[in-house]
């Protein structure tokens, strides 16, 4: 088969012949149609990301979507031909989805939504995956409470919204005013992006804070969110922690946080059934109309890696994916 390798830090995108590897017990092969590029794997290219484990030269990549061309023993929930997506590889050494096929564990995997292509789909593991262990798994979000997304315009962000939404919960975001209309769209209350947390928790609150705050920037805003969140029950969850935090600010709310690193299961082994049964309900939320991805307008095919990589670095308006 053929592979996309990357062999220093910032160097091209090599295609190389390697053999095609053979799912051993519990191991499912893949026919990749199409790899989702997130900002981690631009990271990783530059060779920065060192928490994801990736030493290069590597294959790159870390979403996909495609069919199943061979199961290994045990693996009973897919056959040949089935068409499924998942988070499967690109950290800890684990090879990348940049290739004409991957070797994923089962548990990774789950039938892609009938709804949805396989661009798609392929948009869809990593963000969703963040979004969902936050407000679902972290935040038990549940219908009546108020939702507050940073950046409901980025991937996770947006994700999160329609998690939310379809949980019932009243979802405000901030966003650029150039994306407004983005996050409307989806039934979300827009927030300027640069208003004083004090003023837009009065105004949508009554200065009571949200319910649950979800931070997916970091630094300045996961301090904010630790403001903007309810007394005594409010939840902060965040999945890009980065930075010093003042807690005492959480602390005299008498709240909680949560961290969210949705890479722990690919690194460690444990916990990978429950990225399957996310992407399950995911699946079931899509073809019922409640999730969809933010895609880039531009389309890229295998002649325009770099260009792909290179669009994610500068902060592509959409999630950007590769069609294989």
């Known amino acids: 088969m053929i592979a996309y390798v990357v062999e220093s830090a910032g160097g091209p995108f090599r295609a190389v012949e390697v053999p095609t590897p053979?799912?051993?017990s519990n191991q499912v092969l893949v026919q990749i149609c199409a790899s989702g590029v997130n900002p981690l794997d631009t990271k990783i290219r530059a060779g920065a990301g060192g928490h994801a484990k990736q030493p290069l030269p590597a294959v790159l990549g870390l979403d996909m979507a495609g069919v199943v061309a061979a199961v290994g023993a045990d693996v009973?929930?897919?056959?040949?031909?089935?068409?499924?997506?998942?988070?499967?590889?690109?950290v800890g050494g684990l090879q990348g989805t940049l290739a004409e096929f991957v070797l994923a564990d089962g548990a990774l995997l789950a039938r892609k939504p009938n709804t949805l292509t396989m661009r798609q789909s392929a948009a869809l593991p990593l963000v969703t995956i963040t979004a969902w262990e936050g407000l679902v798994d972290r935040a038990a979000?549940?219908?009546?409470?108020?939702?507050?997304?940073?950046?409901?315009?980025g991937g996770v962000g947006y994700a999160a919204i329609q998690i939310a939404l379809a949980r019932g919960a009243k979802v405000f975001t901030t966003v650029?005013?150039?994306?407004r209309a983005i996050v409307e769209?989806?039934?979300a209350i827009a927030i300027d992006?640069?208003?004083?947390?004090?003023?837009?928790?009065?105004?949508?609150?009554?200065?009571?804070?949200f319910d649950i705050v979800y931070d997916t920037l970091g630094g300045a805003v996961l301090d904010a969110s630790f403001a903007a969140v309810k007394r005594y029950t409010g939840h902060v969850v965040s999945c890009l922690g980065w930075g010093t935090h003042l807690l005492a600010t959480l602390s005299f709310r008498a709240a909680t946080y949560s961290g969210v690193f949705t890479l722990l299961p690919l690194l460690s082994g444990v916990g990978r059934a429950h990225h399957g049964q996310?992407?399950?309900?995911?699946?079931?939320?899509?073809?019922?109309?409640?999730?969809?991805?933010?895609?880039?307008d531009e389309q890229f095919g295998k002649n325009d890696i770099a260009r792909a990589y290179d669009a994610v670095a500068n902060g592509s308006k959409g999630k950007v994916v590769l069609e294989l």
Request: aromatic residues 6%; glycine residues 14%; without cysteine.
């Open 22 to 24: 053979q799912p051993a």
């Open 176 to 179: 650029s005013a150039d994306k």
């Open 141 to 153: 979000v549940h219908a009546g409470q108020t939702v507050l997304v940073h950046a409901g315009a």
């Open 278 to 296: 996310i992407l399950q309900s995911a699946a079931e939320l899509a073809e019922q109309g409640q999730l969809k991805p933010l895609l880039a």
């Open 193 to 209: 992006r640069y208003a004083a947390v004090d003023d837009y928790v009065a105004e949508h609150t009554g200065g009571e804070g």
């Open 185 to 187: 769209a989806l039934g």
């Open 76 to 90: 009973t929930e897919f056959r040949p031909g089935d068409e499924v997506f998942g988070m499967v590889g690109g």
